[in-house]
């Protein structure tokens, strides 16, 4: 028995391509959802675009037939834009808000006996739909499964002369073991927890150790083994895409930060360092904000300026004669010479970006077609990290599951110039760690 799939709004504004995603299924539109796309297609955000794409498929479809009546669409489906007014069941439920009306067209779909799903990623909206008894969904095709996200690391019990062997002819065979690219592995002793040896998976099957000389970079030394792990990565210039997830306080901005001023200011592998974040606010935005461009972005990069003050004060161990004043100097610095550039989002769109060390901070609040977007800009000998907490999401219709840092973990995992780790102790401070933990 063929489905009808009535999506809402926020499914077409999420992902462009939805439509076609149903198999030889008949999605269904209706009206009110084609008046809200309407009120989006002039935004210049992904939303807009978005929006736009949308229209320009259901134009095209067109030529098909009438859409009222409903046209094939490849794969055997089928569309079908639904007139609410004078073909609804009455549901109840007050029809002068834009969700009820299009809860009324699966209502009547399914009054007349055929099989519906409400798919929708808004969960009030779900929760409505259950509650009149229309089955419901989200729209899951770019989602994984948080609980099993690839972590980039594992640890391995072996015998004491495995390790032993590693450590003498510095590296042993990871035949066998099915390992991701640039995966790390301890190897623990199994009769001896203390014996152990950190090691990375090759591209021959051959487990080796990390590198000496990123045990420090720019004055700052990891605090834990993933930390060590992530400046293997971010440091590598084999490796062109980083992904880094952990909870607040772990150090994922600082990390690739340090190792942005190192790659940049002392190796001179990238001409300059380009640093983004999705401009979405936490609680009430703040409005209207005065100034040209650089000065609208200084409200929401507050994070990055106080990330890169600490680093070029020498972190920790900074020096008795260094003021705080002297590290924003040098920070301001950087910025006037253009050697770090911190760009909104928005704007990213339709760049080339050639020998850059890009960091996008706050990736879990992006759609895996955002974050697409924006891998594709990378341009000749360009590296990108993106950084991020899945569990601290402020766009509304993103869930730890279905955000893009997550999406391209999972998705690019097996790929060789890519390398991630989850970080998982906060190293920020006690305070932080204690709130991360149980707040």
Not at 161 to 166: A, N, T
Not at 245 to 258: N, Y
Not at 280 to 286: C, Q, T, V
Request: charged share 30%; with cysteine; net charge negative.
């Amino acid at each position: 028995m063929k489905k009808y799939f009535v999506l809402d709004t926020n499914v077409l504004l999420h992902n462009a391509d939805s439509i076609t995603s149903f198999a030889d299924n008949t999605v269904v539109l209706p009206m009110s959802v084609i008046e809200e796309l309407d009120k989006f297609k002039s935004h210049n955000d992904e939303l807009g675009r978005n929006a736009r794409h949308v229209i320009r498929q259901l134009d095209a479809l067109r030529q098909k037939g009438k859409l009222g009546e409903g046209v094939p669409m490849e794969g055997g489906g089928a569309l079908w834009i639904y007139m609410e007014k004078g073909q609804c069941v009455d549901t109840g439920l007050d029809m002068h808000v834009a969700d009820n009306r299009i809860l009324a067209v699966a209502f009547t779909l399914l009054q007349k006996g055929e099989k519906v799903i409400f798919v929708s990623k808004d969960i009030n909206a779900r929760l409505k739909a259950d509650a009149i008894g229309i089955e419901v969904m989200d729209f899951e095709k770019q989602k994984v499964n948080i609980d099993e996200l690839y972590r980039g690391q594992r640890e391995l019990l072996v015998p004491g002369s495995v390790i032993d062997e590693f450590y003498q002819k510095k590296e042993v065979s990871s035949e066998g073991l099915n390992l991701m690219p640039n995966e790390f592995v301890l190897l623990r002793d199994e009769n001896d927890e203390k014996h152990t040896a950190l090691t990375r998976a090759r591209e021959n099957e051959m487990l080796v150790p990390l590198q000496e000389e990123y045990e420090t970079v720019w004055n700052i030394r990891s605090r834990s083994k993933e930390q060590r792990m992530a400046f293997e990565l971010l440091m590598d210039p084999a490796i062109q895409l980083v992904t880094l997830v952990g909870q607040a306080g772990t150090g994922k901005t600082l990390l690739a930060l340090a190792a942005a001023l190192e790659c940049v200011l002392s190796l001179k592998r990238y001409d300059r360092i380009l640093v983004s974040r999705p401009i979405i606010p936490l609680g009430k935005d703040l409005g209207y904000m005065p100034g040209d461009k650089d000065e609208k972005l200084a409200h929401w990069m507050q994070p990055i300026f106080d990330n890169l003050t600490y680093l070029m004060a020498d972190g920790t161990r900074r020096k008795e004669h260094e003021t705080d004043e002297s590290a924003k100097q040098k920070v301001d610095k950087l910025l006037q010479a253009h050697v770090v550039e911190l760009e909104a989002l928005t704007y990213i769109r339709g760049r080339s970006i050639p020998r850059q060390f890009v960091i996008v901070d706050e990736a879990q609040n992006l759609t895996p077609h955002e974050v697409k977007t924006i891998i594709s800009r990378a341009g000749e000998g360009t590296k990108m990290v993106l950084t991020g907490d899945p569990y601290q999401i402020d766009n509304p219709y993103l869930d730890t599951s279905s955000n893009g840092l997550t999406y391209a973990v999972e998705r690019l995992k097996q790929q060789k110039i890519h390398g991630h780790i989850t970080l998982l102790k906060s190293e920020r401070s006690l305070l932080a760690a204690i709130a991360a933990d149980f707040l």
